[in-house]
């Protein structure tokens, strides 16, 4: 690999770590990396960290898929009644408190 190609992976890698590389820099250092395939030896962890941060994520099988939605579905509808539960037993304190309230005024 030539020296301006080095240099640019260099310089590249520092902005990535900086958090600072644009969109079009990570797809030239990704590109680059790939291609790299005699690399010095100090570019090889980067490389490796670099190229497993964009590997497409495996498919779901769909067995599995369908088990995540159904089991989503039923705490999503768990989670409503609960909700339901807690108003009904707010309303339920907050009248309790009004009308001890209203009764304590009463007598006074």
Do not use: C
Not at 14 to 19: I, K, R
């Amino acid at each position: 690999m030539n020296q301006d190609k080095l240099h640019e992976i260099a310089r590249l890698l520092d902005a990535f770590y900086a958090g600072d590389i644009s969109g079009e820099d990570q797809s030239r250092l990704i590109a680059l990396l790939r291609d790299g395939d005699d690399l010095p030896d100090h570019f090889i962890a980067d490389r490796d960290l670099i190229l497993s941060l964009h590997r497409p994520a495996p498919e779901m099988p769909q067995h599995l898929k369908s088990r995540v939605d159904a089991a989503l579905q039923g705490e999503m509808r768990r989670t409503r009644f609960r909700r339901a539960g807690i108003i009904a037993g707010s309303m339920a304190a907050s009248l309790i408190a009004i009308f001890a309230t209203a009764g304590f005024w009463r007598e006074s």
